[in-house]
């Protein structure tokens, strides 16, 4: 897995990788350097389930790693927060040799009308994504994908792909939040534009 997220605080740089390993017994094992074979770096057991998540302590590290699941039982993340639940780092699967979550926007290319301006103002009326993944919001607002830092699959877990603009992670960033019905062919539904993620102020909601 992979750091894509740091906040202020944080245990982990971005960018870092690591191997989890979660055991039949309830344990959660993080090795830093599988090749080293040096020992784990966490180990911790038992969890506590709270919600859908799945949660270890790490009291005298000051840590604690909640795991949420997709729908189909894989992982989708492991967030990392201090004892006070403040969110410091985020842990995601890494995407497998040969494969690009820019596949996922090129998977839904096409013109698609805008139906509903569900908040915000929308000139041009149709949003445009390209095939090679290019995002055309609106008059003005088009992203190419060198503009992309990270895009995410949430469509299992959300019905979503986020895409993180640069200067992510640096906040603000501008951020799109794209609806997808997942049957095949794929299609956006919808897509929330955040000229300055994560604040909410300027934020542009169509439907299609």
Do not use: C
């Not at 039949?24 to 859908?52: H, R, Y």
């Not at 596949?103 to 095939?131: E, M």
């Not at 299992?156 to 906040?171: F, H, S």
Request: without cysteine.
């Amino acid at each position: 897995m992979e750091i894509t997220f740091e906040g202020s605080g944080a245990p982990y740089s971005m960018g870092i990788m690591a191997h989890f390993t979660f055991t039949t017994n309830g344990a959660m094992q993080i090795d830093l350097d599988l090749s080293a074979g040096n020992g784990l770096e966490v180990n911790l057991a038992p969890f506590t389930q709270v919600g859908n998540e799945y949660v270890w302590e790490d009291q005298q590290a000051g840590f604690k790693y909640a795991l949420s699941l997709t729908r189909n039982d894989s992982v989708n993340e492991v967030n990392v927060f201090d004892l006070n639940d403040t969110f410091l780092n985020q842990w995601t699967p890494v995407v497998a040799s040969g494969s690009n979550n820019l596949d996922l926007i090129k998977n839904i290319f096409g013109q698609y009308t805008v139906a509903t301006v569900v908040r915000g103002s929308h000139t041009r009326g149709t949003v445009n994504t390209s095939l090679n993944g290019a995002i055309d919001f609106d008059d003005g607002v088009s992203f190419s994908t060198d503009d992309y830092a990270l895009i995410t699959d949430r469509i299992d877990v959300l019905g979503q792909i986020l895409v993180d603009i640069k200067p992510y992670p640096t906040e603000p960033y501008p951020r799109l939040e794209i609806s997808v019905d997942p049957n095949t062919p794929p299609i956006a539904t919808g897509v929330l534009y955040y000229p300055n993620y994560p604040n909410i102020s300027g934020r542009v909601e169509v439907a299609f």
